[in-house]
């Protein structure tokens, strides 16, 4: 293979890996929330999941839906829910 191929495919890993990073989210979340953040109220909500579910811990195949998944810090939910954003001011409001 060409070496400047190469470069190319992992310079677009390495800046794609370091964007899902700086989104603090997921990956759809990144694609379509490009100039946008969590509202504060989102946020709390969203530290609240991560605290007390780490993340996941789903048991919807006990007794559907579980409280891990219906929860409104669950970031797949908040990716669905456009009042979970608010768009990125630059430079002052």
């Known amino acids: 293979m060409d070496a400047g191929f190469n470069e190319q ?24 929330r490009i100039g946008m953040v969590l509202t504060p109220e989102a946020k709390a909500n969203r530290e609240e999941f991560m605290r007390e579910y780490d993340g996941g811990n789903c048991s919807c195949h006990l007794s559907p839906p579980c409280f891990s998944c219906t929860h409104p810090g669950n970031p797949r939910n908040q990716e669905e829910d ?3 954003w608010m768009p990125v001011l630059k430079g002052g409001a």
């Open 9 to 32: 495919i992992a310079r677009y890993v390495r800046e794609s890996l370091l964007s899902w990073l700086a989104s603090d989210g997921t990956t759809s979340e990144y694609t379509f």
């Open 82 to 84: 456009d009042d979970c």
